[in-house]
């Protein structure tokens, strides 16, 4: 073959490939944004977390973890010094141990009011019951006293008797007419203005009535003491509670990443004291509108680690439009418009032996 010939089919073998990679590369496409959608790079990222003190300050007395130290949920972190705290609670402890006594104290009062309210009363009836006999017998007296002044006035009138002994008759009856109205005056008080129906235990007797109502007034009082008491339990919670937050565990388990007061500082309440690293890793990647659509919250998706090329997967959490920033522009040779992105942020398994950092690739091909 002469070397015109062996030449010129070169430079035709190498027009035709050139024709066919044009086209292939006018339906495919190779600039940055093709190359971009089928490949997405991505680092792991672990949620981090800061801890404090909810609502407690004090002094740091036990600064229990140091950087880079792994903790399991509920692990001591830090505690403050309870002491004004204690204290405290024993001052709340005794005032509430003094109210049950008070209101203890109170109630063996009131119930010894009305024992002796009742005995008061039954006691009140049965003078009634005597007064009322006296007052029985004051006006028999009277009766035998008018009848025997009756009889003398007749004797004396018929000469019978002497004056004399109409005078002692009627002294005796006028003796007996100033008993009756004794013995009734006697009962009078006694009743306390009560109407006498001759049925003593129905009696309804003012003072024995208004010595109960004393009494029972101190149901108020026992009241009053059980509603400080209510208080002060409230006040002590309060600061069981507060006592509880003085010692600071770690709410989940993770990496210490910094401690950011060191024992023998003064803490403030909610002021951040470390900063956990937890064990929820997530990385996210951006997709253009063809490949959202066609993704869906709680899909699994599989990504592979770069240094060692291990299969990962992960559970994508949350899909929604990306910022402006990571729009896809008017770069492309074709130039197409401005294409939305939409962020895609994944969670990868828990069990996955993977480090917070790497880099991974999640392959749309």
């Known amino acids: 073959m002469q070397p015109n010939q062996k030449a010129a089919r070169v430079g035709i073998f190498f027009i035709v490939l050139l024709i066919v990679s044009g086209i292939v590369l006018m339906y495919r496409g190779n600039d940055a944004v093709i190359l971009a959608t089928?490949?997405?790079?991505?680092?792991?990222?672990?949620?981090?977390?800061?801890?404090?003190?909810?609502?407690?300050?004090?002094?740091?007395?036990?600064?229990?973890?140091?950087?880079?130290?792994?903790?399991?949920?509920?692990?001591l972190i830090m505690a403050l010094d309870p002491t004004d705290t204690d204290l405290s609670i024993e001052k709340l402890t005794a005032q509430i141990a003094q109210l049950d006594a008070q209101i203890k104290s109170t109630t063996g009062t009131m119930g010894v009011g009305l024992f002796r309210a009742d005995n008061d009363e039954q006691q009140s009836f049965r003078q009634i019951d005597s007064q009322r006999a006296a007052v029985n017998s004051a006006?028999?007296?009277?009766?035998?006293?008018?009848?025997?002044?009756?009889?003398?006035?007749?004797?004396?009138?018929?000469?019978?008797?002497?004056?004399?002994?109409?005078?002692?008759?009627?002294?005796?009856?006028?003796?007996?007419?100033?008993?009756?109205?004794?013995?009734?005056?006697?009962?009078?008080?006694?009743?306390a203005g009560v109407s006498d129906n001759g049925y003593t235990d129905s009696l309804n007797l003012p003072t024995i009535a208004q010595e109960r109502a004393e009494i029972q007034n101190m149901e108020n009082d026992i009241a009053a003491l059980n509603q400080q008491k209510k208080?002060?339990?409230?006040?002590?919670?309060?600061?069981?509670?507060?006592?509880?937050?003085?010692?600071?565990?770690?709410?989940?388990?993770?990496?210490?990443?910094s401690v950011l007061l060191k024992q023998g500082e003064m803490v403030s309440p909610n002021v951040p004291v470390v900063l956990l690293?937890?064990?929820?890793?997530?990385?996210?990647i951006y997709v253009s509108e063809e490949q959202a659509v066609k993704l869906h919250e709680g899909d699994e998706v599989t990504c592979t680690t770069v240094a060692d090329d291990k299969k990962v997967k992960g559970t994508i959490r949350l899909l929604t439009q990306?910022?402006?920033?990571?729009?896809?522009?008017?770069?492309?040779?074709?130039?197409?418009?401005?294409?939305?992105?939409?962020?895609?942020?994944?969670?990868?398994?828990?069990?996955?032996?993977?480090?917070?950092?790497?880099?991974?690739?999640?392959?749309?091909n």
Do not use: C, W
């Open 38 to 75: 089928e490949k997405k790079d991505a680092i792991l990222t672990a949620e981090q977390i800061k801890l404090s003190f909810d609502s407690v300050g004090g002094r740091m007395i036990n600064e229990a973890v140091k950087e880079g130290q792994e903790v399991n949920a509920g692990d």
């Open 139 to 191: 006006q028999a007296t009277l009766r035998n006293s008018e009848i025997n002044y009756n009889r003398t006035l007749n004797l004396v009138n018929e000469g019978a008797v002497a004056q004399s002994q109409l005078d002692d008759a009627t002294m005796a009856l006028n003796v007996a007419r100033a008993n009756v109205e004794t013995q009734q005056q006697l009962l009078e008080r006694l009743l």
């Open 231 to 257: 208080a002060l339990e409230v006040q002590l919670k309060e600061l069981q509670v507060a006592k509880s937050r003085l010692t600071l565990h770690a709410p989940e388990s993770g990496k210490i990443l």
């Open 277 to 284: 690293e937890t064990k929820r890793i997530y990385y996210d």
């Open 322 to 364: 990306a910022p402006g920033f990571a729009d896809l522009k008017q770069s492309r040779e074709k130039s197409q418009a401005d294409l939305t992105s939409f962020q895609v942020r994944i969670y990868i398994d828990p069990s996955s032996d993977v480090l917070a950092g790497q880099t991974v690739t999640v392959d749309f």
